[in-house]
């Protein structure tokens, strides 16, 4: 049987699929593939046309630079506080929606809401909310507290970390209940009956179930932690206060000043530490999921 199938998608209709997903691979060979290939080997030049080979010597001097230090550490705090966070509220707002109640698919919308708002808008309504003169500070003036600097203190993180959740909040919810609608009931029928509290329904049936989504959910919110750059550079510009300093930004300053070999050779780390990252967690899940069959 499995012959058979093999066959009939080899000869039938792996062909008819192929021709179908051709356009798509076409243009993401062209616009994706071969430009990376091509600033892979970038960055092992000295210079963009006609460089020589200086292996590397691009890589060496991208580690010594302390402003790149400064945006690695920024961005690895950034997702180190806001990825788990958003894991975790996610997650118990899913538990939550996942029960039937009165108010349900109001909070359910108003928790996807935040998906098809433009960033831009978000930018304006953060502008008049931390501006030095925004509504934050007329608050705190109000009840006679000094005014907040929000985006050139030590609360800017906070202040991008509130962005990231209430941005990729919905996101990470939906997907927790599809994966918790695909847990079946009987689980915690039988559960229920053998005395098992919630807690310990919690932990060993709704978690231990949920580990492939929970994987694709890390994944999917570690990929857009890296996007938190479009609202930081709307807000705060080339160069942002100290602490909210990100990868993305010394990319795109070294794109400015035309230095090719840095920029090809930090987003060339950059993909690698991302398929490693992914690779471990997909090992990882693929294990526990061998352990548990």
């Not at 939550?96 to 698919?105: A, T």
């Amino acid at each position: 049987m499995n012959r058979q199938l093999r066959k009939r998608i080899r000869y039938g209709d792996g062909w008819r699929a192929m021709l179908f997903l051709a356009p798509s691979l076409a243009g993401f060979a062209v616009f994706y593939v071969i430009p990376f290939v091509i600033g892979v080997c970038e960055s092992f030049m000295d210079q963009a046309l006609g460089g020589d080979f200086v292996g590397l010597a691009n890589y060496k001097e991208l580690l010594a630079s302390g402003s790149f230090r400064k945006a690695v550490s920024n961005t690895l705090l950034f997702t180190g506080i806001g990825v788990p966070l958003l894991i975790v509220v996610s997650l118990a707002l899913a538990l939550v929606l996942n029960r039937q109640f009165r108010l349900r698919s109001w909070l359910q919308t108003a928790f996807v809401l935040p998906l098809v708002v433009p960033v831009a808008s978000v930018v304006l309504v953060c502008q008049i909310f931390l501006d030095w003169n925004g509504t934050l500070n007329a608050w705190l003036h109000a009840l006679h507290y000094e005014r907040i600097d929000w985006m050139q203190s030590k609360w800017s993180m906070s202040v991008l970390v509130m962005m990231y959740m209430w941005k990729n909040i919905g996101y990470d919810m939906i997907l927790f209940l599809a994966g918790l609608q695909s847990i079946p009931k009987d689980y915690y029928e039988t559960a229920r009956i053998e005395g098992a509290g919630r807690l310990r329904q919690l932990f060993h049936i709704t978690l231990v179930y949920l580990t492939p989504t929970m994987v694709f959910v890390v994944l999917i919110s570690i990929i857009n932690s890296f996007k938190i750059f479009r609202e930081t550079y709307l807000l705060a510009g080339n160069y942002p206060f100290d602490r909210i300093y990100m990868l993305q930004h010394y990319m795109n300053n070294m794109f400015f000043e035309l230095d090719i070999q840095k920029l090809t050779a930090a987003a060339t780390l950059m993909v690698g530490c991302i398929v490693v990252l992914v690779t471990g967690l997909l090992q990882a899940e693929r294990r526990f999921r061998t352990f548990m069959e």
